[in-house]
């Protein structure tokens, strides 16, 4: 079965980091990217940026520099998403997509909600 | 402030007709393809449409997407009560070379 499973809720404290995973099964893993989006509560879709899964190059949007980390495990077919020193308003569901061609994400994560709270 | 402009709702009753525009600029909309996303309450985006018209299988072909110009439009025709949803446009932006999203479309079936 095509998919990608992401890992459980976390709750965290500010400045504490998190590592969120990504595994994909039912494809080749490395013949697409995986890309990264944010959606704080009550709001849209963002962005985030992507990793080439072939070469594990990551790129990352503006406003997700410095403490976001895009990496992959291609021996089990996972990618990760880490998050440093967090901060409140990095509250949000995070989703791991799989894009076909360029901003065409045809399979999604189920989400993984990060909690940030003291 | 999304870059991609879409109403923050539409209505409209069972059976009929609904469009949502999406409206861009010459870097984005106007020179890379739209996608369209429908996300449930409650989970994860669905993938509805793909280079700008194109419905992967699974799709009924009761959503149609368009574009013209720097807009994209998503049609949903004979709506039905589980359509309510929030529905996004996504495409790629070549001036800040970032994926950009509308800010959502919450569809209301009266």
């Known amino acids: 079965q095509v998919q990608l499973v992401q890992s459980g809720s976390e709750l965290q404290k500010p400045g504490a980091s998190v590592k969120v995973s990504c595994k994909a099964s039912?494809?080749?893993?490395?013949?697409?990217?995986i890309n990264w989006l944010r959606q704080a509560p009550g709001q849209g879709l963002e962005w985030m940026g992507w990793?080439?899964?072939?070469?594990?190059?990551?790129t990352y949007a503006q406003g997700f520099t410095g403490r976001f980390v895009f990496s992959l495990d291609t021996s089990i077919s996972t990618a990760y998403l880490q998050i440093d020193s967090l901060k409140a308003e990095d509250t949000a569901v995070y989703y791991c997509?799989?894009?076909?061609?360029?901003?065409?994400?045809?399979?999604w994560g189920q989400g993984t909600l990060v909690t940030v709270s003291s | 402030q999304s870059v991609l402009t879409q109403p923050p709702s539409v209505s409209a009753a069972p059976g009929q007709k609904v469009t949502i525009s999406c409206s861009g600029s010459?870097?984005?909309?106007?020179?890379?393809?739209v996608s369209w996303y429908q996300q449930l309450p409650g989970t994860a985006p669905k993938r509805l449409i793909y280079?700008?018209?194109k419905r992967p299988s699974g799709i009924p072909d009761r959503f149609s997407g368009s574009k013209s110009g720097t807009s994209a439009t998503l049609g949903i025709t004979g709506l039905q009560t589980g359509d309510e949803a929030d529905y996004y446009c996504?495409?790629?932006?070549?001036?800040?070379?970032?994926?950009?999203f509308g800010g959502g479309t919450k569809l209301t079936v009266l």
């Open positions: 010459s870097s984005n909309i106007g020179d890379y393809f």
């Open positions: 997509t799989r894009d076909l061609t360029t901003i065409n994400f045809d399979l």
């Open positions: 280079d700008d018209n």
């Open positions: 990793i080439t899964t072939g070469t594990g190059n990551p």
């Open positions: 996504a495409t790629w932006d070549g001036t800040v070379s970032a994926g950009v």
């Open positions: 039912g494809y080749s893993f490395t013949a697409h990217s």
